[in-house]
Structure formats: C-alpha cells, structure tokens
C-alpha cells in the first residue's frame, strides 16, 4: 500500500487556533485522484526550518512514505521556511515541479509569483511543497500530479495508479 505524507506547516494551525484547511483539501484532491490504495499519513506543525526539517526526515526515513506533500510556508513571510527546510534534507532538488506549480497558479492570481515552492528527492521518496491555501492546492495538484506516478516508479517508491476522469498520470511507453 502507497503511503502518502501530508504535512500542514502552520503556526496558527499547530497551536490550535486556527482550522487546517490545507492538509485536508490535500487529502481530499488525492482521494478522488487515485484509485490505488493508500493511507494518509497527516502531520500538523509549526512554521520554522527545524520543525518543518525534522518532521520531513522522521515521515521520510522513520515514516517511509512514498510521496510527502507539504502545505504552507511556502510564503515571503519571515516565518515560512519550508523550501528551505525541504532543501536541507533533500538529496536532488526536483525544479520543474516548483516551475509547474508556479506558471499554472499565475493564470489565477498575479502574487503566484511570491510562492517559493519546491520538490526534491530524498531517498525513495518525493517531497513536494504546496501552498496553503485549498484552491491553490488543487491548481498546483492539477499541474504536477500526472508526473508523479512515473516519478515514484523511477525512484523505486510505491505504485499509484490515478483516475483518468481527475488526472492522467503519464508513463513514457
């Protein structure tokens, strides 16, 4: 069974005082998209580069999920170091994943441009920073997502199969 990670990086959230939007329009994105079986693994925590480090390694390497979607912190803002924290454990950066995500939210908001997303590897498996906000989660799922199979495939990670009526995943004949 795929294991997928979503990690929502919120200060607001992780204190409680504040409802995780984007985790859960993660979840749900994924749910009408793939057709495999695969069980969420959803870690909530606070902005910061050691906090958001240290739970990409422990769902990565303790985990051992296949794919870790992040949500948030992906901002200008001071506090919103997630690119950075994904930078400091990844093993090769993925940036065509970050260059997608940004064109294809473009064509909706002119502030995409401020979004740091990013994507890297680490070991086997992918990790992929989304926005927090749940439309621009599905804009940015919609961009990439149909790479990602084949992605996993090639780093040796878990096999998702997806429904082409959401998104076709593409396997190079």
Known sequence: MVRIGI????????????????????VDWLRRAIVTPWEPVSR????????VRDALIALCD?????????TGGTGPSPRDCTPEA???????????????????SLKHVPTAILSRQTA????ACLIVNLP???ASVAVCLDAV?????????????????????????????
């Open 7 to 26: 990690l929502t990086v919120s200060d607001r959230a992780a204190r409680g005082e504040y409802a995780d939007l984007g985790g859960p329009a993660v």
């Open 132 to 134: 927090g906000k749940p």
């Open 86 to 104: 994904t930078e400091a454990v990844i093993e090769r950066v993925m940036p065509g994943f970050g260059e997608a995500m940004r064109l294809a």
């Open 120 to 123: 890297g590897l680490r070991g």
């Open 44 to 51: 909530i925590i606070p902005d910061g580069i050691d906090s």
């Open 145 to 173: 997502f149909a790479a990602i199979p084949f992605c996993l495939y090639l780093i040796g990670a878990g096999r998702i199969e997806t429904d082409s009526a959401v998104i076709e995943a593409f396997r190079p004949q």
């Open 62 to 70: 303790i985990e051992r999920v296949d794919l870790l979607l992040t």
